[in-house]
Nanobody, 118 residues
């Protein structure tokens, strides 16, 4: 599976961005797709995931209520709608996929940069 993340950019605090992650190589089915981020000097942080089959989602406390993960079957793509962005949201945002029931994410995209200015 190849993952291509896009949609990042430079925005001011309070703005919104929508990130996309398109999967190719096979059609998603019994998968969980997740969004992560890595801020400069910090560890990889889980943000959200979505079960491709059920649509069930889960969020990290740090983004719940501000970020929304969603999926588009036809486009084999997931999205991360990010609202009320803060300077501390500045990071490289990555998407990843794992099979349902498996803990480890097997495939990762290259990431898209988000910079939030104050």
């Amino acid at each position: 599976v190849q993952l291509q993340a896009s949609g990042g950019g430079l925005v001011q605090a309070g703005a919104s961005l929508r990130l996309s992650c398109a999967a190719s190589g096979r059609t998603l089915s019994s998968d969980v797709m997740g969004w992560f981020r890595r801020a400069p000097g910090k560890e990889l942080e889980f943000l959200a995931h979505i079960n491709w089959v059920t649509g069930n989602t889960a969020y990290a406390d740090s983004v719940e209520g501000r970020f929304t993960i969603s999926r588009d079957y036809a486009k084999n793509t997931i999205y991360l709608q990010m609202n009320s962005l803060k300077p501390e949201d500045t990071a490289n945002y990555l998407c990843a996929v794992r099979r349902i029931g498996v803990i480890r994410y097997d495939y990762w995209g290259q990431g898209t940069e988000v910079t939030v200015s104050s």
